[in-house]
């Protein structure tokens, strides 16, 4: 067996010891004879799962009572329709595109409702976040949606945005768990697991529960009601067994880090080792304004394509996975999640500047 190091935006490297628990429990599960992938969501082994999970994830962001936490599916595409849907009451909303998943989010919001784009970066490519201290929030607006990591731009708010008192949704997909977050300061925190928790097809969702109500919007569907999932702890149907289940244990590992404070520091170390030899390479260079830099993805050009191809090609030769940029702004992106070891960077690193060596006229 060899593992590669993996840099892929998503699905992307989990720890490898909930790997290994995973593979050890496969065929059977604490004694019950079966997988947890065999066993009904409604069985009390898997009760145990899946309220532990959510006990751990309560402990692990300090999450209020008055939160509820959901595990659904449909990726977090699926809730781009599902806010507006259950909380778009004066159909109006403010978003901030701040990227290509914000956009698309912007996008599908404006089928059931007023829309308005606040605040944009598309101007510069996606690459700085724009000043949000006092954008003009519209006065109806049911709630601001913001994308608080730029998975393909590489970008992160660093503070959260002035709403003027109405409520803040916000994507995390890409940055979950990386950080310690006030969860008090949003309405509803919601991320794909895929990036930094677990397998595709598992969506969490902290949603305060006063904006969970019947007041839907007219024709929504029964399963895209958060109501309908709250009042059964998200067990109104089959919820993704397997994949809550590995979300369980990383957050038992998250918690044997340390917790966010501690993966929050590893994460500013893994980071900066990366982001400084960035910033003194002659050959490679970031492509964010600095103080918007991302600590998970981290976007990277030569300047000249053909460079950069011959360094993805090189660098998957030497163990380094996944390092080409999104099909739609090209050059190269290293997402180092919280799963991705310090080693991992700084090998990278050390491959990264014999490349340049080897690839700068001297
Ligand atoms: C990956 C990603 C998405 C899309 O997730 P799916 O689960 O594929 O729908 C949305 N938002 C952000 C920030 C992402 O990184």
Not at 163 to 169: C, E, I, R, S
Not at 228 to 246: E, R, V
Not at 271 to 294: C, I, N, P, Q, W
Request: hydrophobic residues 35%; glycine residues 8%; negative net charge.
């Amino acid at each position: 067996m060899s593992r590669v190091y993996n840099f892929s935006a998503g699905p992307a490297v989990l720890p490898e010891e909930v790997l290994r628990e995973a593979a050890e429990e496969m065929l059977d599960y604490k004694g019950t004879g079966m997988s947890v992938m065999e066993m009904s969501h409604r069985s009390k082994a898997y009760e145990t799962i899946i309220k532990e999970a959510e006990a751990d994830l309560r402990e692990l962001m300090n999450i209020p009572d008055n939160y509820k936490v959901l595990f659904l599916q449909g990726g977090a595409s699926q809730q781009f329709a599902m806010i507006p849907m259950n909380l778009m009451k004066n159909k109006v909303a403010d978003y901030i595109v701040t990227g290509q998943w914000a956009k698309k989010a912007y996008q599908e919001a404006c089928l059931y409702g007023k829309a308005n784009k606040i605040a944009s970066s598309e101007d510069e490519t996606f690459s700085y976040i724009p000043d949000c201290s006092d954008l003009p929030i519209s006065e109806d607006a049911d709630y601001v949606y913001i994308c608080e990591n730029n998975t393909i731009y590489g970008t992160k708010y660093k503070t959260l945005p002035n709403t003027k008192g109405k409520t803040l949704v916000s994507d995390v997909s890409s940055c979950f768990l990386s950080e310690p977050v006030d969860v008090t300061k949003y309405g509803v925190i919601y991320g794909g697991v895929q990036k930094n928790i677990g397998p595709a097809g598992v969506v969490i969702v902290i949603i305060r529960e006063d904006l969970i109500t019947e007041d839907v919007l007219p024709g929504t569907p029964t399963m895209l009601k958060y109501k309908i999932h709250a009042d059964n702890d998200s067990l109104y149907n089959t919820p993704p067994a397997y994949g809550i289940y590995i979300c369980g244990k990383v957050f038992k590992w998250l918690k044997k880090q340390g917790g966010l404070e501690a993966i929050k520091e590893y994460n500013e170390k893994k980071a900066k080792v990366l982001y400084d030899f960035l910033d003194e390479s002659k050959l490679f260079k970031g492509t964010v304004r600095k103080e918007d830099r991302s600590l998970m993805n981290v976007p990277f050009v030569t300047g000249d394509a053909d460079l950069d191809a011959k360094f993805v090609k090189e660098a998957k030769a030497a163990g380094f996975e996944n390092l080409k940029g999104h099909r739609s702004v090209g050059g190269m992106r290293a997402s180092i999640y919280n799963a991705m070891p310090i080693e991992g960077v700084e090998k990278l690193v050390e491959f990264m500047k014999k490349f340049e060596e080897e690839n700068t006229n001297v």
